[in-house]
Nanobody, 114 residues
Framework: QVQLVESGGGLVQPGGSLRLSCAAS????????MGWYRQAPGKQRELVAS???????NYRELAKGRFTISRDNTKNTMYLQMNSLKPEDTAVYYC????????WGQGTQVTVSS
């Protein structure tokens, strides 16, 4: 059974930081393409950043210079370090694991507000 469990979300003030984690089980984690997506109320889910099985990273413009995606294959875990958070970063953040089939986590809420 495949499970992706996100954690690390919460309420943070503008300019603050959060570190999201996505713990995977039931898959050969190191061979999977992984990504962070987010969905704000009333908006479509959008890609934030991704990392290949080889460790190559890709960032949407919204994340460049502020967010860092990483993975630890020994822990079957992917991370998203988010700095300089803005109110417009408020969303539910989801992790994706994909090789042939795509798997999604349940999401973790990030709220940026003073």
């Amino acid at each position: 059974q495949v499970q992706l469990v996100e954690s690390g979300g919460g309420l943070v003030q503008p300019g603050g930081s959060l570190r999201l984690s996505c713990a995977a089980s039931g898959i050969s984690f190191s061979s999977y393409f992984m990504g962070w997506y987010r969905q704000a109320p009333g908006k479509q889910r959008e890609l934030v950043a991704s990392i290949t099985s080889g460790g190559s990273t890709n960032y949407r413009e919204l994340a460049k210079g502020r967010f860092t995606i990483s993975r630890d294959n020994t822990k079957n875990t992917m991370y998203l370090q988010m700095n300089s958070l803005k109110p417009e970063d408020t969303a539910v953040y989801y992790c994706l694991a994909q090789r042939v089939t795509a798997y999604w986590g349940q999401g973790t809420q990030v709220t940026v507000s003073s």
